[in-house]
């Protein structure tokens, strides 16, 4: 199976949402083989360790990069939404360095690393679209790092919050001010190293000031300028073509 059979515009739509694609690049992409799996919620696609021969294409559902401490201590490090590739940075470094594992049952297309070196050496700017990719990855990294280290948990959370919408925004997976966020608040307590208790009163506190409703799945943004003001939220590290427009 290749990407174009399984789904296209998904993953275009990403690419594209970072570096500028010609229709010879889309059909290069469109024609890359696909291993397509299915993992459920909770589930280890790839362990701190490995040494994959593949990247995983994330094609539905929501993924977490995180690491584990001695005591068994998670801490979210990263997620990608559909469109995303997670590991990418394995075509150069052959061993994985943390976990990536489902927040929720996902459908991912396992890439050869073979066929991708081969596409990049054909069309050098799909190559310097892959770099651009895990150079974006490092970029919110880094403010992740800020986030967690210097930010108090109204902000964390706003800045969270507004991080993903702006991703999901940015491959056509939000209605509106609205989209699906269907993370417990344990998961968001270990990407904030806040408690569930902590990550309960702080969501209260933004519905009480109309910022957001979260409930049922979905994310309401009532008031996303408010939200990034009280998060410092500022969407150039995430180095969106469309926001630089």
Known sequence: MTVGEHTSEIVIRKLQSVHPLTDEERDAILGLPLQIRRFGKGQ??????????????????????????????????????????????TLHLEMMDHNLGTLTP????????????????????LATAFWRETLVD?????????NVGSRVAY?????????????????????GDTMDFPL?????????ALSN???????????ERSMVILERGKLTISDFS????????????????ELAA
């Open 226 to 241: 408010g939200l990034a003001e009280a998060a410092e939220f500022r969407s150039d590290y995430l180095h969106l073509r």
């Open 44 to 89: 280890d696609v790839a362990r701190e360790g490995d040494q994959p021969s593949h990247s995983c294409l994330l094609l539905e559902g929501w993924m977490q990069r995180y690491k584990v401490l001695g005591e068994g201590k998670r801490q979210i490090i990263a997620i990608a939404v559909p469109g995303d590739m997670p590991d990418l940075q």
């Open 138 to 146: 490092g970029s919110i990294t880094r403010e992740w790092v800020l």
């Open 184 to 192: 417990s608040q344990a998961v968001i307590g270990d990407m904030t």
């Open 197 to 207: 208790v902590h990550v309960n009163r702080t969501i209260m506190a933004m519905r």
């Open 106 to 125: 996902c459908t991912i297309g396992l890439v050869p690393h073979t066929a991708l070196r081969r596409v990049a050496a054909d069309y050098p700017r």
């Open 155 to 175: 902000g964390r959370l706003a800045h969270l919050f507004c991080e993903i919408f702006v991703r999901m925004r940015a491959v056509g997976l939000t209605q």
